[in-house]
T-cell receptor
Framework: EPEVTQTPSHQVTQMGQEVILRCVPI?????FYWYRQILGQKVEFLVS????????KSEIFDDQFSVERPDGSNFTLKIRSTKLEDSAMYFC?????????????FGSGTRLTVV | DAKTTQPTSMDCAEGRAANLPCNHS???????VYWYRQIHSQGPQYIIH???NNETNEMASLIITEDRKSSTLILPHATLRDTAVYYC?????????????FGEGTQLTVNP
């Protein structure tokens, strides 16, 4: 079964540093998403991306965050200057399009630890 | 999206059916009921969805009441690997460009 692949599985970074989290969505999917989950808390929506632009973003997704689809396969989330509170699991997801009967397919996540 | 209410936790014996309830009394006519689960910090996994008819797939069955104000996810023969947090989410289909709103979900523990 096709998978959403995320790398790295775990990243440790110093506060103030930039990080890029990488995702390879399912090849025929057109919508891409980032979610995060702080330890012990709910899964939270960050951003959705379609046709090379952001289609929706949450209040969490401030100017420190950006997303990009640099080529035909990768989808990245960049955090410009990490804070301690950015420590979380970050999940990438993709879906085939409107009326996606099977919903989203999520990756296994990147655990980001900011020290 | 309509708000959902689920029990915080449930237990089930291995091999028995697990019935997970969800209340969504404010659901609108064009909103579907989706179920996802999350196994210990892995990414959420889609299980099933439905509008008003009961649905079944290889993972589970979804029973939606006639008034659509509540639903039940049924895992017919629960295994230890079904231990997870189960999320009931109500949203309009055809808006896959928009967010999924996860609540607290139900922690299902399958016991040997």
């Amino acid at each position: 079964e096709p998978e959403v692949t995320q790398t790295p599985s775990h990243q440790v970074t110093q506060m103030g540093q930039e990080v890029i989290l990488r995702c390879v969505p399912i090849s025929n999917h057109l919508y891409f998403y980032w979610y995060r989950q702080i330890l012990g808390q709910k899964v939270e929506f960050l951003v959705s991306f379609y046709n090379n632009e952001i289609s929706e973003k949450s209040e969490i997704f401030d100017d420190q965050f950006s997303v990009e689809r640099p080529d035909g396969s990768n989808f990245t989330l960049k955090i410009r200057s990490t804070k301690l509170e950015d420590s979380a699991m970050y999940f990438c997801a993709s879906s085939v399009g409107p009326g996606a009967g099977k919903g989203y397919t999520f990756g296994s996540g990147t655990r980001l630890t900011v020290v | 999206d309509a708000k959902t209410t689920q029990p915080t936790s449930m237990d089930c014996a291995e091999g028995r059916a697990a019935n997970l309830p969800c209340n969504h009394s404010t659901i609108s006519g064009n909103e579907y009921v989706y179920w996802y689960r999350q196994i210990h910090s892995q990414g959420p996994q889609y299980i099933i969805h439905g509008l008003k008819n009961n649905e079944t797939n290889e993972m589970a069955s979804l029973i939606i009441t006639e008034d659509r104000k509540s639903s039940t996810l049924i895992l017919p023969h629960a295994t230890l690997r079904d231990t997870a947090v189960y999320y009931c989410i109500v949203r309009v289909a055809g808006t896959s460009g928009s967010r999924l709103t996860f609540g607290e979900g139900t922690q299902l523990t399958v016991n040997p």
